[in-house]
């Protein structure tokens, strides 16, 4: 016989075949006698067979068998006969189908165990490249402070970065500082980082613009050759702290209500030095005792401690540009409840008391408190002692203390002789505040953050 399907040597009396599983003879049930007729289709066929192959009660002449498929035993002497079911269909089918199904098993395993390896090596990549807490930095810490040019020109405009315990980059890396704009997410480099004898690793950048407002995260990345923008490891990193860093922006980057927007600190120290020099230019004049220049000496003064919303503050005369004095500031103020001193002992104070802030934000923040407090008191009896001078002019007792106190107010006065102007009653001036006011700005790099 050969399979009318895909013409595989069968035996004469195979009811599947072998090769390719098709049914070549009727299924017949133990007792049936059903054939298919010649026309009858492929369907009608399945039908016959579904039938013969249902249950059929018991009759006499057909026997209770335990297997219904089972061959009955012939009795002695008894010839088989051809109406018997036929044997079952050869093991070479199952055999084939069993091993089809255990390779598309297998198939399936490895096609699934590869995938899994390649998400699980995807996946480490990724980590390791975005890690910050690897062998290169795991016990490495370090600095961000900013500080202004030694030329005058800019506010927080240098950036020095300090970084301890980095090992050694591998050959051709580098280790590259940036600062970050997260929701920009543009990135502006602070100079490659350089090995001191000691070990420790320094950058230190000057831009033209104020570095605070370029960014809201510092990070310190391992680069290989030169890069423009982050694309290594990061190796140590800090966050400015969001709701603090509001704060620290308005007392040394912006605040919307000053001249030009400038920083509340800012303002201070431009104010408190025209302060200082004003001062100076009165006791240039009271020397001549020329009346009319030390009234305008005195005018001006009173306009750049009140401001335009002062009290006491007057446009300069004509006369006074005769004696080359037209300083009046800037309008702000650095007294009364509008003005730099003020605005700028509140905004240290809101920093050092948000839900984020620092140990660092708050110790400077009373630092900068203290001397904006100092300032006041100074400024407060200037401001009282020009007024006297309008009055009277010839007072040099009055013009001496304007000139020690707008000193103080601007620089600060070591007032227990150790050497140092410190940040504590009755020293700390404009320059200590501002000072301070940086530091509230420092940034502690560690891995991990």
């Given at each position: 016989?050969?399979?009318?399907?895909?013409?595989?040597?069968l035996e004469d009396d195979s009811v599947f075949c072998g090769n390719c599983g098709k049914q070549?003879?009727?299924?017949?049930?133990?007792?049936?006698?059903v054939?298919?007729?010649?026309?009858?289709?492929?369907?009608?066929?399945?039908t016959v067979i579904s039938t013969s192959q249902s249950y059929q009660p018991p009759t006499p002449q057909t026997p209770i068998r335990n297997n219904a498929l089972q061959q009955d035993t012939p009795h002695r002497g008894d010839t088989p006969t051809s109406h018997l079911s036929p044997p079952p269909p050869a093991r070479k089918s199952n055999t084939w189908r069993i091993a089809f199904i255990a390779v598309m098993v297998l198939l399936?395993?490895?096609?699934?165990?590869?995938?899994?390896?390649?998400?699980?090596?995807?996946n480490t990549s990724v980590t390791n490249t975005n890690s910050v807490n690897t062998p290169l930095a795991t016990n490495a810490n370090g600095t961000?402070?900013?500080?202004?040019?030694?030329?005058?020109?800019?506010h927080s405009n240098v950036v020095t970065v300090n970084a301890r315990g980095l090992t050694t980059p591998p050959n051709g890396s580098q280790y590259v500082a940036w600062i970050?704009?997260?929701?920009?997410?543009?990135?502006?480099?602070?100079?490659?980082?350089?090995q001191n004898k000691d070990g420790t690793y320094?950058?230190?950048?000057?831009?033209?613009?104020?570095?605070?407002?370029q960014g809201n995260r510092v990070e310190i990345t391992l680069e290989q050759g030169t890069v423009v923008v982050p694309t290594g490891q990061v190796v140590l990193a800090a966050n400015f702290p969001p709701k603090a860093f509001v704060h620290i922006k308005h007392l040394l980057v912006s605040f919307p209500d000053t001249p030009g927007k400038i920083g509340l600190l800012v303002g201070l120290i431009d104010q408190a030095q025209k302060l200082s020099s004003a001062s100076q230019l009165l006791q240039s004049v009271s020397a001549s005792q020329d009346t009319n220049a030390i009234q305008c000496a005195a005018q001006s003064i009173i306009d750049i401690a009140e401001g335009t919303n002062g009290t006491h503050y007057q446009q300069l005369g004509n006369q006074c540009a005769s004696h080359n004095i037209a300083e009046v500031g800037d309008g702000y103020g650095l007294l009364g409840t509008g003005g730099y001193i003020a605005n700028g002992e509140a905004h240290a104070s809101l920093?050092?008391?948000?839900?984020?802030?620092?140990?660092?934000?708050?110790?400077?923040?009373?630092?900068?408190?203290?001397?904006?407090?100092?300032?006041?008191?100074?400024?407060?009896?200037?401001?009282?002692d020009a007024r006297d001078l309008l009055q009277n002019p010839i007072n040099p007792a009055k013009v001496q203390e304007i000139v020690t106190l707008a000193n103080h107010a601007y620089n600060g006065f070591d007032a227990n002789g150790d050497g140092t102007i410190d940040p504590i009653p009755g020293e700390g001036g404009a320059i200590t505040a501002y000072y301070h006011g940086q530091l509230m700005a420092t940034l502690v790099l560690a891995s991990g953050s």
């Open positions: 016989m050969q399979c009318p399907q895909c013409n595989a040597q070549i003879a009727p299924l017949k049930a133990r007792g049936a006698t054939t298919s007729k010649a026309g009858e289709s492929e369907d009608d066929f399945a399936v395993i490895g096609v699934g165990t590869l995938g899994t390896i390649a998400l699980l090596k995807k961000v402070s900013f500080s202004d040019s030694q030329n005058g020109t800019g970050v704009d997260t929701l920009s997410e543009r990135s502006t480099s602070l100079g490659t980082l350089v320094t950058a230190k950048s000057t831009s033209q613009h104020n570095i605070l407002g920093a050092a008391t948000q839900s984020d802030t620092t140990s660092t934000i708050r110790v400077h923040a009373g630092h900068v408190a203290i001397c904006l407090q100092n300032m006041n008191g100074w400024i407060s009896t200037i401001d009282h």
